[in-house]
């Protein structure tokens, strides 16, 4: 069993904001493999999918981003699992618009929701980041991460998403490589 958790802010005000793409990455995995209803459990939003063989927990925390930690922590603890069965989706300022990297570990990056993480479960857990590129000056980084995605953005967001759930048995088997190359590849069939 794992828990893949998408980090957001809750509120239909926030659902097109860069920021909530970690939500809209579950929400696709959800529409994909079928996901009953979601549940308030966890201080958030539950879903369980099987993808593959293996039983997936969706997990979108209702804790608004800068404590995202409290909701998954609450998850692991009641399924009793460690950090490195956990894994987060979310939005990534130093990466390319849409382009998708997997690491583990590894600190916070000024990333208020992958810091609430760390402080509530560890760094020892699977970052999906999905990037969002950077608006070129550090003054101009709250209102675009809080920013809703372009018109013009909307068509790659919905192919990234698509590729996400396309390709996510890659990652529910733990091979991040073969994910990552796989979503490149479906990418550019486009």
Known sequence: MQIWAGLGNPGPQYAMHRHNVGFMAVDALADRYEAP???????????????????????????????????????????????????????????????????????????????????????DFRRIRLGIGHPGHKDRVTGYVLGSFSKSEIDPLADMLG???????????????RFMSEVARYLNED
Do not use: C
Request: aromatic share 8%; net charge neutral; glycine share 12%.
């Open 37 to 123: 209803a979601p549940a308030k459990k966890f201080q958030g939003w539950m879903q369980e999918v099987r993808i593959g063989g293996d039983k997936i927990i969706l997990l979108k925390p209702a804790t608004f981003m800068n404590e995202s930690g409290r909701s998954i922590r609450a998850a692991m603890d009641f399924y009793k699992l460690d950090p490195e069965d956990v894994t987060v989706f979310y939005d990534e300022l130093d990466l390319a618009p849409f382009k998708i990297k997997v690491k583990r570990g590894g600190g916070a990056a000024g990333h208020n929701g992958i810091r609430s993480t760390i402080d509530h479960i560890g760094a």
């Open 163 to 177: 590729a996400i759930a396309a390709e996510a048995g890659w990652l529910a088997k733990g091979d991040d490589v």
